[in-house]
């Protein structure tokens, strides 16, 4: 059956750095779209970055664009976001997600796009 497994989250100062990861079994890696997605505390959930099975299409959310990099190692069937510049609010469980397609580039930050799902790792970033 599917796993995804994401870790690499935990505390970190105002301007720090941190780097998560998603590892994804039981399905053709290089065959799904991932994403990453966070959802803070009495907030609906948001898409902050996605990335096509071949790491040509990438997106952004706003909030993140400039300070994240989502990334991809097929061969290690492993997903990444390098987070820069955090600031106290992208404080979030952070989920990942892959879908075997998109209907658009325009939709593969929507959780709709997406059938499988970690548990998610915690970040909290301190003022």
């Known amino acids: 059956q599917v796993q995804v497994v994401e870790s690499g989250g935990g505390l970190v100062q105002t301007g720090g750095s941190l780097r998560l990861s998603c590892t994804a079994s039981?399905?053709?890696?290089?065959?799904?779209?991932m994403a990453w997605f966070r959802q803070a505390p009495g907030k609906e959930r948001e898409g902050v970055s996605c990335?096509?099975?071949?790491?040509?299409?990438?997106d952004y959310a706003d909030s993140v664009k400039g300070r994240f990099t989502i990334s991809r190692d097929n061969a290690k069937n492993t997903l990444y976001l390098q987070m820069n510049s955090l600031k106290p609010e992208d404080t979030a469980m952070y989920y990942c997600?892959?879908?075997?397609?998109?209907?658009?580039?325009?939709?593969?930050?929507?959780?709709?796009?997406?059938?499988?799902w970690g548990q998610g790792t915690q970040v909290t970033v301190s003022s």
């Open positions: 039981g399905l053709i890696f290089d065959d799904y779209a």
């Open positions: 990335i096509s099975g071949s790491s040509t299409s990438t």
């Open positions: 997600a892959a879908a075997r397609n998109w209907r658009s580039r325009h939709y593969c930050r929507s959780s709709n796009e997406y059938t499988y």
